[in-house]
């Protein structure tokens, strides 16, 4: 299998490339970096500019891992190349996103699916299970983070920055792909700086029509959190480390009640690999379906207007 990986920042050496190695099947791995005049080759990885690349090639799948603001236009550039299109997260910075006819999904020829990585961890297979085997009466989903480089493109707006578009996305999505029902917004304040031209970050609260209430925090923050906990009229459930996972962690959730914590161990997973065999082995159904997409990017737009 021949893989096509636009963007040659730290995110691709440190999780896309090591995540595609992972995988047997993938014979080579081409990446797209502007700056580069000559091309590089390391074992099944080759190093090019977009001009050396042969536009008469055909790739199993496309990976799109440049910042936000490029990703609708590297789509234009080399959607001929494939047919299944992995693009980071977010998929664009424009809140016009879904009148591009190839985002429609009812029209597209082409699959093109996002790339939220949590969702393909077997964590997220425990959580689905708990919330539809229990009388959930809350949600708490957190992803905040210190402070970062003042230069990472998520503090230029011009380059798709922000981190209700970066973070926001992640417990958003949570939301989502659980709940189906309607739902009000109670409560939202976005974090900012007069000094800075994107959102640090922001908190929210939801209600469903049936009267599950969901909060949330992302962004910057003094403290790292990156969990979700789920709260019964008898227990509540913890999930450390939900959406992000550092390397060689096993995971696991926690559920407390009065008397008793027990620990569930999940295991030891490289969920970017995992999202990559998704593709290979058409197990589409793991990633975000259309409705629930829309529903997260209009709600996105909304908070960062």
Not at 142 to 148: G, H, K, L, V, Y
Not at 269 to 276: D, E, S, V
Request: proline share 3%; with cysteine.
């Amino acid at each position: 299998m021949k893989i096509l990986v636009i963007g040659n920042g730290i995110h691709t050496s440190k999780r896309i490339i090591p995540a595609l190695l992972n995988i047997n099947k993938i014979s080579c791995i081409e990446i797209v970096d502007r700056k580069k005049t000559n091309v590089e080759e390391s074992g099944k990885v080759r190093i090019k500019n977009f001009d050396h690349l042969d536009k008469n090639c055909t790739y199993d799948f496309v990976i799109i891992a440049s910042t936000p603001n490029s990703h609708l236009e590297n789509f234009e550039q080399i959607k001929t190349f494939s047919d299944v299109f992995l693009i980071e997260k977010p998929l664009s910075n424009s809140s016009k996103l879904f009148e591009y006819k190839d985002f429609l999904k009812d029209k597209s020829k082409k699959r093109i699916f996002e790339g939220l990585m949590y969702l393909h961890h077997p964590l997220w297979d425990e959580v689905i299970n708990v919330f539809k085997s229990n009388n959930v009466q809350s949600i708490e989903a957190n992803f905040t983070i210190p402070e970062m480089d003042k230069q990472n493109f998520r503090y230029q707006k011009d380059k798709g920055g922000g981190f209700t578009l970066d973070l926001g996305i992640y417990p958003l999505s949570l939301f989502f792909s659980l709940e189906k029902e309607d739902y009000i917004i109670n409560k939202f304040s976005k974090v900012s700086d007069n000094n800075i031209d994107v959102d640090l970050g922001g908190e929210i609260e939801i209600e469903t029509k049936s009267g599950i209430k969901f909060n949330s925090r992302w962004g910057i923050s003094d403290v790292y959190s990156n969990e979700l906990r789920f709260d019964t009229l008898q227990s509540s459930y913890h999930f450390p480390f939900i959406f992000s996972k550092p390397d060689n962690f096993h995971s696991y959730f926690e559920i407390y009640s009065e008397e008793t914590t027990e620990k569930t161990h999940v295991g030891e997973f490289n969920q970017f690999t995992l999202m990559y065999k998704n593709i290979i082995n058409n197990n589409f159904h793991k990633f975000t379906n259309y409705r629930d997409q829309e529903k997260t990017y209009n709600l996105l737009f909304d908070l960062i207007k």
